[in-house]
């Protein structure tokens, strides 16, 4: 049975009415038999039937035991860094999205949880930054925006050796494209308000879990910090979900051609996608995902924040707004968007430059979206 049907045929028939759509169980509380005695639910904090199903439905596709929904992806990753104490230590990759960096260094910082940032797309840097503080090393492949790949398995390898977690935001490529559970990760996080949601109408976070002990941990944070995903929100990435192999293949299609494109105009300094030849971790790529994304980012041969900013002022089909991963294509400019909140020099040095891009390539038809560019430049 492939991949796409499994998923479908994972999502369960309502039992009580036969419902093929998983119902809303919009309530707060449940009335018990006696005090204590109830059917599996007391409050919709600490579970909800609408909430369990998709918990359930990403943990089958993640290949993960223990799935937990919370009401975004930074409240994902306040979750997993939860399970550090002070005097703990961070190892991060380098190109990391602007609020998992925020967090870290604003938040977690002051209760003396360090973090240090690698390029990760070499193993040999997080095997070379690690000491007896490490406890988590945090990963992104493809990274948000320069779509860095980093290895998985090598990188897992390391992390057991060392008996350091190894957490995968597997935003980007989506369980529909790679499974880092399989290749030796110990949690994976989703923001799912991207693919998984796939349609710009949701805010989510997933974090999935192999280690059921660990995954105990993660759901105790969930119910005793709140900061869960609300009934309605969970069907909208149930929704979402039942169409995520379809929406990928054509993410994937659009996205290769127009990198393709951006490679040869001459106003293109650099074009960042691992489906590219030219990317520098392709063969990594291809070795762990089944298809590169939907997401192209590119940088102008003429660095200058005022150019890039009145390109992605102009495009017609392609609408400026942050987030990524809906059916319709968006363009931003991560210098003054969604990676503001990281120092200048920091962001240059992971190779953020004020001229870059970042598409995420919707499913429109890939000679509309071609067009839009090239009428932009």
């Known amino acids: 049975m492939s991949n796409a049907t499994q998923l479908l045929q994972s999502i369960p028939i309502d039992p009580l009415t036969g419902a093929l759509a998983v119902p809303i169980y919009q309530t707060s509380t449940y009335v018990q038999e006696a005090p204590g005695v109830n059917k599996g639910y007391d409050y919709s904090r600490t579970n909800n039937p609408t909430r369990e199903t998709l ?40 190109d990391i999205y602007g609020g998992a960096y925020r967090l870290f260094t604003q938040v977690y910082e002051q209760y003396g949880i360090t973090v240090k940032f690698v390029d990760a797309s070499d193993p040999e840097n997080i095997f070379n930054a690690i000491t007896e503080k490490t406890k988590l090393i945090w990963i992104e492949t493809p ?18 050796a060392h008996r350091c977690l190894l957490c995968v935001d ?62 309605f929100d969970s069907w909208l990435i149930i929704r979402g979900i039942e169409t995520l192999y379809l929406r990928i293949k054509q993410h994937c299609i659009n996205a290769q051609a127009v990198a393709e494109y951006l490679e040869t105009h001459p106003a293109v300094d650099k074009v960042f ?24 980012s590119f940088s102008l041969k003429e660095d200058n924040l005022k150019l890039a900013e009145k390109f992605v002022s102009n495009t017609n089909i392609f609408k400026l707004a942050e987030s990524l991963g809906g059916v319709k294509s968006l363009i931003s400019h991560p210098a003054n968007m969604t990676h503001k909140s990281i120092p200048a020099e920091k962001r240059r040095a992971a190779g953020v430059s004020d001229s870059l891009i970042r598409l995420s390539v919707g499913i429109e038809e890939v000679e509309d979206l071609i067009n839009d560019l090239e009428k932009t430049f």
């Open 143 to 160: 990274t948000n925006p320069t779509l860095k790949i980093a290895d998985i398995k090598a990188i897992a390898n390391i992390a057991k």
């Open 273 to 296: 996608y691992p489906g590219l030849k030219s990317h520098p971790n392709h063969d990594t790529a291809k070795k762990q995902q089944k298809g590169f994304g939907g997401v192209v």
């Open 55 to 94: 918990e359930k439905i990403a943990a089958q596709l993640e290949n993960g035991s223990i799935g937990a929904a919370f009401a975004s992806g930074l409240a994902a990753i306040d979750a997993v860094v939860k399970l550090l104490k002070t005097g703990d230590e961070i190892i991060a990759v380098d």
């Open 170 to 231: 597997n935003t980007f490529a989506s369980p529909a494209l790679q499974k880092p559970l399989s290749l030796g990760a110990d949690i994976v996080m989703h923001s799912a308000t991207k693919y998984l949601g796939g349609h710009s109408d949701v805010i989510a976070g997933l974090v999935i879990i192999k280690d059921e002990t660990l995954g105990a941990r993660i759901k105790f944070f969930q119910n005793a910090c709140g900061a869960v995903l609300a009934p």
